[in-house]
């Protein structure tokens, strides 16, 4: 039998060219050696979701997403708890398209970002588990990230979301450092931060120096806490961000890998979120699903440091280490309160 592949478009997403290219996508997944359908989702904010579940039990080989970030963050979302897991592709057609930038898959494009599919290159990609939900690039808690909720979607790059928030001086009041407790892999943080990150890619809000050395396959979120919430001071560590990636060394910021991260509030409540939306409240574990999902990637193009060669095994292993380190007792582990 022929392999299957099933494309999930969002009929709103983006531009109308999803739609003009859709006859021309089907022909190259075709092309590809799949027998190729489409899926329009619909108002129903689960039927991508549902869709890609459907098709995963029914054996499909392939996924193919094509939309927003958000459209992707479902079909993954449908998937990621099955055993069998469908390879997945990109087809990015909304307004930041963090995802594709990542995975170089052209964003202007759609019928280019089909054809990355002939290229026949996989990367398998870490995704990221919070309590019952997963999420593909980014997780964050505390009031910088809450505020995102207010911010239009064409804002949501972090420099449009800066310049609404100078902007709208009425959200200002709101940006206070609270109370946070977060445990990662070798370590413990107990402090007032304005928000934490755990980056699965480098691709955030549309710029690639937040995380600049995230890699997609190793296992491990990039995570960053903020510990300043003051506007000059965050200001200037945006200014260090564009300045080459320079904030990482910062003293009010904590920049570590992790492949697991407990985030507990002190006593004000905080808010989870999941790549961008509204994830439910802390306390929340999150946990990285290293090499999760085989995904078709313009391979050629990701720089060689985003990758690893460790193969699933020595993943495995090494996060067993990290489980017995954690074992330990606190004295014998690196804290930062
Ligand atoms: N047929 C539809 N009618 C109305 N809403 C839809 C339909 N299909 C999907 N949606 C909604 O679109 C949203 C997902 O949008 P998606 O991320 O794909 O594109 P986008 O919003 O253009 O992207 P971005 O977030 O990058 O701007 C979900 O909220 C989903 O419920």
Known sequence: ??????????????????????????????????????????????????????????????????????TINQVVNGIAGLPHRPKMAIIPAGTTNDYARALHIPREDPLAAAKVVLKDQTIKMDIGQAGETYFINIAGGGLLTELTYDVPSNLKSIFGYLAYLLKGAELLPRIKPIDMDLTYDGGHFRGKASMFLLALTNSIGGFEQIVPDAALDDGKFTMIIVKTASMPEILRLMGLVLNGGKHINDPHIIYKKTSKVIAKPVEERMMINLDGEYGGDAPMKFRNLGQHIEMYANLDAIPDSAVTSESPEVLEAEQRFVKQVESLPDGERETED
């Not at 290219?21 to 619909?42: H, P």
């Open 1 to 70: 039998m022929r392999k299957r592949a099933r494309v999930i478009y969002n009929p709103t997403s983006g531009r109308e060219a999803l739609k003009k290219d859709l006859i021309d996508i089907l022909a190259v997944f075709e092309q590809a050696g799949y027998e190729t359908s489409a899926f329009a989702t619909t108002a129903d904010p689960n039927s991508a979701q549902n869709e890609a579940t459907r098709v995963a039990k029914a054996g499909f080989e392939l996924i193919v997403a094509a939309g927003g970030d958000g």
